[in-house]
């Protein structure tokens, strides 16, 4: 109950394309989630996040859609860049806690 | 503002010994957090400091210890090693645990030889 789920393992995009990455949580207790981007040799920076009293959130190229009753979320990512090319994880927490919760993680390769 | 800092960097130990490792969070971050990341099993929480107390703590053997000082820093100390410890261990801060975003460093890459 503790797992969050991510698909797929690895995506290649073209330059210019969609990027969507997919993650599923049991937990309802579950109250945020965040999504790392990580580079080989550096710790995962965040990238963008969400709690589940919204649907949707946006910055920028990036995109969260959240779905509180099939307890999904997704991240796209818009006009995806080369310099996109990393791996992503999305994970979940419990409230007043910094213990998260990762998904296996998504190696994303955009190619020009 | 200067970001998470970890040392080592880099640390190769012989199973058996004991290794530990520093990070400094950020300055004003009270909420100090480590993790594991190897490929096998990802990215796995240890445990969580706030004001010098362990708030949370992970599905790891009792090898696997921390602290934090009153300045916030803090240590993780993992005696007895075994081959299966070699992995990047994350630091990361944040302000107030679970209501603000969390910071992680670059790591300590530990491989146990």
């Known amino acids: 109950q503790q797992q969050v789920k991510q698909s797929p393992q690895s995506l290649i995009v073209q330059k210019g394309g969609i990027s969507i990455i997919n993650c599923a949580y049991e937990?309802?207790?579950?109250?945020?989630f965040p999504w790392y981007q990580q580079f080989p040799g550096k710790g995962p920076a965040l990238l963008i996040a969400?709690?589940?009293?919204?649907s949707e959130k946006k910055e920028g190229r990036f995109t969260i859609s959240f779905n509180k009753s099939a307890k999904q979320f997704s991240l796209h990512i818009m006009d995806s860049q080369p310099g996109d090319s990393a791996t992503y994880f999305c994970?979940?927490?419990?409230?007043?806690?910094?213990?998260?919760?990762f998904g296996t993680g998504t190696r994303l390769q955009v190619f020009p | 503002k200067a970001g998470v800092t970890q040392t080592p960097r880099y640390l190769i130990k012989t199973r058996g010994q004991q290794v530990t490792l520093s990070c400094s969070p950020i300055?004003?971050?009270?909420?100090v957090s480590w993790y594991q990341q190897t490929p096998g099993q990802g990215l796995q929480f240890l445990f969580e400091?706030?004001?010098?107390?362990?708030?949370n703590k992970g599905n790891f053997p009792g090898r696997f210890s921390g602290r934090q000082f009153s300045n916030s820093r803090s240590e993780m100390n993992v005696s007895t090693l075994e081959l299966g410890d070699s992995a990047l261990y994350l630091c990361?801060?944040?302000?107030?645990?679970?209501?603000?975003?969390?910071?992680f460093g670059n790591g300590t890459r530990l491989t146990v030889t």
């Open positions: 969400i709690r589940p009293d919204v």
């Open positions: 990361a801060s944040s302000t107030d645990r679970g209501n603000s975003p969390l910071h």
């Open positions: 300055s004003g971050h009270r909420s």
């Open positions: 400091y706030f004001s010098e107390t362990q708030r």
């Open positions: 937990n309802t207790a579950f109250d945020y």
């Open positions: 994970a979940a927490s419990v409230h007043n806690t910094d213990k998260l919760i």
